[in-house]
């Protein structure tokens, strides 16, 4: 009776396991079989050369270029913000930082990417865009930079945190050798420590990059909604992700060409996404192995 | 100036930088709710969470929202919770080390980095369409259990991982099963760690608002969800639907909406961060 | 040397020991283990016999614990763990898979090196084994509870906090906790893996005077390396050396006179 009992319950455990895997077999499947459906009426050429995005027009363009550029312009501005402010924070935490100062900021910091991304969209049209207006008078309400400073701010604690987790692991005898051949505390951070943590490093600005590229609600608040093949941060444009609530708000009948670009667009950015975790994935196994 | 009071002042200039790097996001975030409290603090009142949706910001109100982000909060712990755990459990207690245990891990280190509008995207085939649930509260909370569930089962992991080997084996040696030793000393040893982990997911699925607008829930929702399956809105998506009208007594409103949401994302975080440090204490091996 | 030869040797020693029961509780058989490519063990072969201290002594590595953990099959659950040959207990195959472990380790019963009682009470710490078997009687339990507490003497130090925290004790009483869990199943075999060696001397004497109680009721099988205080409740001694079993016979030729040269040089280089 008890070994029954045991057997079932592992069973039921390895269905839970298994849910994960069905998921992203599901993911994929689901994303494959729209758009294979949407490249059977759109070419394939087309898709990823034309310069305009405008299934929704009745001068239809189906090239997704425009979306990529907004997708990865926002993204750009966003890194920008998020690696340095990140690393310093980083760096500061971990190697000059008294202990009860990181036990306090450290959590505090994180507070930020556990806002809700709609909040980030509010500020980010209703108080950054105005008041970058006062700087740049003829920039649109709606425009990449505001999103892509508001997205880098959020975006901080990724890389502050999992930096600081990687560099705080680096063995104390590493920096104590440093020190004691009379190198500042600067000189010890960027020549021992950060060479050193560089894969954790790598791995947390992947991992911010990856996130910024799927963030939805800033950019479908604050950015437009307008593909435009642009790295002018001052007009409105479209992403991939904005696109995709753009068309989720109307009512779209299921199976038009309308309904299947969403997962176009979707697949692609899949792609970006997957690409990239897995790169970030290697890296961490590789670090591991290293330090184990 | 010599070399060695060249490298001081960088020093000191960097550690500098480095306070103020610190400082830039705390301030900008106590910037950015201070900004949002004097804009919505004077729409606060029972009256605004006790109204219906309405065309005119002054009579409109959040009760569908609130209640329809409890239903989320609800009905995704009910099924994301057991889902989570269970594999949880089963990853680190059952599985063999070999090539299924490595693609269950690298699968799952894939799904937390998947973006929440995919998740939408898949809700809306599977559940929406395949399932025929709708627009409906059920199909919404799957998709975003499913959203969270990388989250629960690696803190799951990480919190039975913390609990010494040696209590198990103490109850292997005392004739216990497997899962008499899981059910009876390893989770409840690791529930503090477990907990933390939920709560932060759930707290992660009530802000979110792509992979329900995906599935279709709906910005003007006039009635009070009765079922899991009605058709509902939640905070953030009412949030967005407010941010985005031109009338400035629907900012107002938005930035109310955006009072209640933080309090109920920091009330979470903070049960989480307080549950965290109180087991951290109690059990020392 | 053989291991035909060990073997011969072996036998011999044993019937010179009197005043041991003769009868063979435990039996291994030609045991080879291995962890995945590397093997731990090579052919083991030893009788154990019933209420008897058999203590198994050897260089940190050699495979004591190993050994040890066959004995209840606590190695089952190690990932590339094999094994080779026969263990009987009692004249039953103890890896015959119709064997089900749990009720294995009711009869054989395990105390560890590090005191690992279970973050609960004290109270639900020795009525655990008791309560996983579906024991419901109220009664029942607690009788059990206080003599198994009784039988390591420390129900006089705990029976008024039986609700306490089992790790607020010491960690001497923590040991003899432990030791108290593992008697409340009423094991005949009590496998011990180095059990005083994280205790100060105090409660490593008071562990050592329980172990000479026990011995009138229980087969204990011991890992051990404080060998001259306990040489008088150990009966039997097995040395251990990479791997292999080197030497066993009882504890007093172990010492005065061992036939192996490698028993010899571990004894004086230890001991000397
Ligand atoms: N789980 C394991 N996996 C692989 N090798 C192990 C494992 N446990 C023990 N070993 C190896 O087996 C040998 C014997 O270990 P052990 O029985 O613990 O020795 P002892 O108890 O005598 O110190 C050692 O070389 C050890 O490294
Ligand atoms: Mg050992």
């Given amino acids: 009776m008890n070994k029954t ?65 907004g997708t990865l312009l926002t993204t750009f501005i966003a890194i920008s913000v998020a690696l340095p402010i990140g690393l310093t924070i980083a760096i500061y935490l971990s190697e000059y930082a008294p202990k009860s100062f990181r036990k306090i900021f450290k959590p505090l910091l994180e507070v930020l990417a556990a806002v809700p991304t709609v909040v980030y969209g509010f500020f980010a049209l209703l108080v950054v865009s105005p008041f970058l207006q006062k700087f740049f008078p003829e920039m649109s309400g709606f425009n990449s930079l505001s999103a892509g400073i508001v997205m880098g701010i959020m975006i901080i604690p990724f890389i502050s945190s999992l930096s600081e987790d990687a560099l705080y692991a680096v063995p104390k005898s590493l920096r104590e050798a440093a020190y004691g051949m009379g190198s500042t505390r600067f000189q010890t951070a960027f020549k021992v420590t950060v060479p050193a943590a560089s894969s954790g490093i790598v791995v947390s600005i992947i991992l911010a990059l990856s996130r910024a590229i799927g963030e939805t609600m800033i950019v479908a608040i604050a950015a437009g909604q307008q593909p435009r093949l642009t790295l002018d941060p001052t007009v409105p444009i479209e992403t991939i992700t904005a696109y995709i609530v753009q068309v989720s708000m109307g009512d779209v009948p299921h199976g038009s060409l309308e309904y299947k670009t969403i997962f176009a667009a979707g697949i692609t950015l899949f792609v970006f996404t997957f690409i990239l975790n897995n790169i970030s994935f290697y890296i961490k196994k590789k670090y591991q192995e290293k330090y184990d | 100036m010599t070399n060695a009071t060249k490298n001081r002042l960088i020093d000191k200039t960097f550690l500098m930088f480095g306070i103020l790097a610190t400082l830039f996001g705390i301030v900008i975030l106590c910037i950015f709710i201070g900004n949002i409290f004097a804009d919505g603090i004077s729409r606060l009142s029972f009256d605004f969470l006790e109204s219906l949706p309405s065309r005119k910001p002054e009579k409109a109100g959040i009760l569908t929202a609130w209640t329809g982000t409890l239903w989320i909060l609800g009905l995704t712990t009910l099924v994301a919770f057991p889902l989570g755990v269970g594999a949880g459990i089963y990853l ?38 395949v399932m025929g649930l709708g627009g409906s509260l059920l199909a919404g909370s799957f998709t975003l259990s499913l959203l969270i569930l990388p989250i629960i089962i690696v803190s799951t992991r990480e919190a039975i991982k913390a609990v010494p080997k040696s209590i198990k084996e103490a109850a292997f040696a005392l004739g216990a099963t497997k899962w008499q030793a899981i059910w009876s000393q390893i989770l409840p040893a690791s529930m503090g760690g477990i907990l933390t982990g939920v709560i932060l997911s759930i707290s992660r699925a009530i802000g979110e608002t792509a992979p329900l607008i995906v599935v279709g829930a709906l910005a003007y929702v006039p009635f009070v969800a009765k079922s899991p399956m009605d058709e509902f809105t939640v905070l953030p998506i009412q949030i967005f639907n407010w941010v985005s009208r031109p009338q400035h007594g629907f900012i107002v409103n938005a930035a109310a909406a955006i009072l209640i949401l933080l309090s109920i994302t920091f009330v979470m975080n903070g049960i989480a961060v307080y549950l965290r440090n109180r087991w951290q204490k109690k059990v020392k091996w | 040397m053989t291991t035909t030869d060990i073997k011969e040797n072996n036998k011999a020693s044993i019937t010179e020991i009197d005043n041991l029961s003769k009868n063979i509780k435990i039996e291994a058989r030609n045991i080879d283990v291995f962890y995945s490519e590397f093997k731990a063990l090579k052919d083991i072969n030893m009788n154990i016999y019933e209420n008897s201290v058999t203590a198994f002594i050897g260089p940190s590595g050699c495979g004591k614990s190993t050994f040890l953990r066959c004995l209840n099959r606590m190695n089952d659950y190690i990932d590339g763990f094999k094994m080779k040959g026969e263990i009987l207990i009692d004249n039953k195959k103890i890896y015959w898979k119709n064997v089900v472990v749990e009720e294995l380790r009711k009869q054989v019963g395990m105390v560890f090196q590090k005191p690992n009682p279970f973050p609960k009470s004290i109270f639900d710490n020795v009525a655990y084994g008791i309560r996983i078997q579906g024991v419901k009687d109220k009664k029942f ?99 251990y050396y990479m791997g292999e079993l080197i030497e066993y016979d009882s504890t007093k030729n172990i010492f005065t006179k061992p036939k192996q040269e490698k028993t010899q040089n571990y004894i004086t280089g230890r001991f000397g």
């Fill in chain 1, 5 to 69: 009992r045991e057997y079932i319950i592992e069973r039921l455990l390895f269905l839970c396991a298994a849910i994960t895997v069905f998921t992203t077999i599901s993911i994929i499947l689901v994303l494959l079989v729209e758009a294979v459906g949407f490249f059977q009426e759109v070419s394939i050429i087309d898709f990823l050369t034309d310069k305009e995005w405008t299934p929704l027009f009745a001068d239809k363009h189906f090239g997704i270029l425009p979306l990529v550029c």
């Fill in chain 2, 92 to 129: 680190e207690e059952y599985a063999k080390k070999g090539w299924l245990s490595n693609i269950l891990e690298i699968n799952i280190a894939n799904l937390a980095g998947v973006p929440s509008i995919i998740y939408g995207l898949l809700g809306l085939e599977i559940f929406v369409r």
């Fill in chain 3, 141 to 239: 339990i607690e009788e059990r509870v206080e003599l198994s507490l009784k039988q390591v003497a420390l129900w006089d130090e705990v029976k008024d906090n039986l609700k306490k925290g089992a790790l607020a004790l010491s960690g001497g009483q923590q040991q003899r906790l432990c030791i108290a869990r593992t008697l409340a199943v009423e094991p005949s075999v009590i496998l011990m893996d180095e059990p005083t060696s994280a205790l100060d001397p105090i409660s490593t004497a008071k562990i050592e005077e329980l172990l000479f109680e026990l011995k009138k009721q229980y087969t204990i099988v011991i890992v051990t390396n404080n060998m001259k205080q306990t040489a008088r409740i150990i009966d039997m001694t097995t040395f």
